[in-house]
């Protein structure tokens, strides 16, 4: 069991850095930090408008985090901020439309990934890998907020 735990995390830790480095590439292309990739592939999902504290859970980052990126993405025009709540953190994002196109790019560039990625391996493959990975994600957010059984060390 030790050894799945050790392959299980490892693969996930190469899967999360192939992905960080592969949207800082891009996003350099574009003229952009890696790091608005999953913030303008979520604002483009919610074209009604996200909050800084929606969007920061959605994409798991920190109340601090998401306001240096957001106050970036601000300054470069890629989005615009609603004045429908008073407190700043609530009001809705929306992307301007340079962050639409911003947004664009990134999408197109996500599913050209998903398809290099997946090469050799059918659907129902994906479709099942997919399930079980969910299921895994679940189960381990569980145990974030329960903790492991067993009691105290």
Request: hydrophobic fraction near 45%; charged fraction near 25%; aromatic fraction near 6%.
């Amino acid at each position: 069991m030790l050894k799945r735990f050790e392959q299980f995390s490892t693969a996930v830790a190469c899967i999360q850095h192939s992905i960080l480095k592969i949207e800082r590439n891009e996003m350099v292309k574009a003229g952009y930090k890696g790091v608005f990739a999953p913030c303008l592939v979520a604002m483009h999902h919610h074209p009604e408008g996200i909050d800084a504290a929606s969007l920061a859970k959605l994409i798991s980052k920190d109340k601090a985090a998401i306001s240096r990126i957001l106050s970036e993405m601000g300054r470069l025009g890629l989005i615009t901020r609603g004045l429908d709540h008073p407190n700043i953190y609530r009001a809705k994002l929306f992307l301007t439309p340079k962050g639409r196109q911003a947004a664009e790019y990134v999408c197109g560039k996500a599913v050209l990934a998903v398809q290099v990625a997946g090469q050799g391996m059918p659907k129902e493959e994906w479709d099942a890998f997919y399930a079980r990975l969910s299921r895994i994600a679940s189960n381990l957010m569980k145990l974030e907020k329960t903790g492991l059984p067993g009691g105290e060390a």
